[in-house]
């Protein structure tokens, strides 16, 4: 689904200016969700895309917003070394 502006609250700029993915009114919302607790725009999209397709945990270097999501809550989310000492542990047990 090719989707030019998806709605008035995220606009398309610059590189990105299409995007190839469907996005839906459940994904949006938890992308707004995240916007108030100071995510960047895309950053909430892409992690509101992550938790809809169940992802789960989500590795980012981006300690502003590891802090910022940590806040908001509902998501797991870790820096590399962290998400590989999880999976480790996950694998030996």
């Given at each position: 689904m090719r989707i030019r502006t998806f709605s008035?609250?995220?606009k398309p700029?610059?590189?990105s200016r299409w995007l190839f993915s469907a996005i839906d009114a459940a994904?949006?919302?938890?992308?707004q969700y995240l916007t108030s607790y100071g995510v960047g725009?895309?950053?909430a999209l892409h992690v509101s895309c992550a938790?809809?397709?169940?992802?789960?945990?989500?590795?980012?270097t981006d300690d502003r917003l590891l802090?910022?999501?940590k806040?908001?809550?509902?998501?797991v989310a870790m820096l590399?070394?962290?998400?590989i000492a999880f999976l480790e542990n996950w694998y030996e047990n």
């Amino acid at each position: 689904m090719r989707i030019r502006t998806f709605s008035p609250y995220f606009k398309p700029t610059g590189f990105s200016r299409w995007l190839f993915s469907a996005i839906d009114a459940a994904v949006l919302k938890q992308a707004q969700y995240l916007t108030s607790y100071g995510v960047g725009h895309f950053d909430a999209l892409h992690v509101s895309c992550a938790m809809a397709g169940y992802a789960d945990v989500f590795v980012t270097t981006d300690d502003r917003l590891l802090k910022r999501l940590k806040i908001a809550g509902g998501v797991v989310a870790m820096l590399p070394q962290e998400a590989i000492a999880f999976l480790e542990n996950w694998y030996e047990n």
